[in-house]
């Protein structure tokens, strides 16, 4: 089970970096990086619930997974609840037709909103299951 803890936040880890590729790129893939963001925080607290044996729908909804993991560890409250609007950024700006981009700011709150999650979330681990 650690092993697969460990999975999860090593992919969460691997999205922030994305999504900080992304926003480092010329020009920046600001799109891209709210995608990554989103997925990381999503995988973040996938790998809690599933140290945590919470099962989980198959699912890009921070909401639907928030009340798994806060009944899990109620004190990650503050990081779920600002990364929870970063669900929108599984679908929004990713097809044709959709608003444009999301802009600088935004991105940077998200990146620091799924920085912060999966950091927290981390401290809350064996550090056998830590990526």
Known sequence: MLAEVREWLHKAAE???????SCAAQPPLQDAAAFHCQQAAEKALKGFLTLHARVFEKTHSIEKVRALALAADPTLRAAIDRATPLTEYAWKFRYPGTPGEPSAAEVGEALAAARELLLEIVRRVPEAARP
């Open 15 to 21: 999205d922030v970096r994305t999504a900080e590729v």
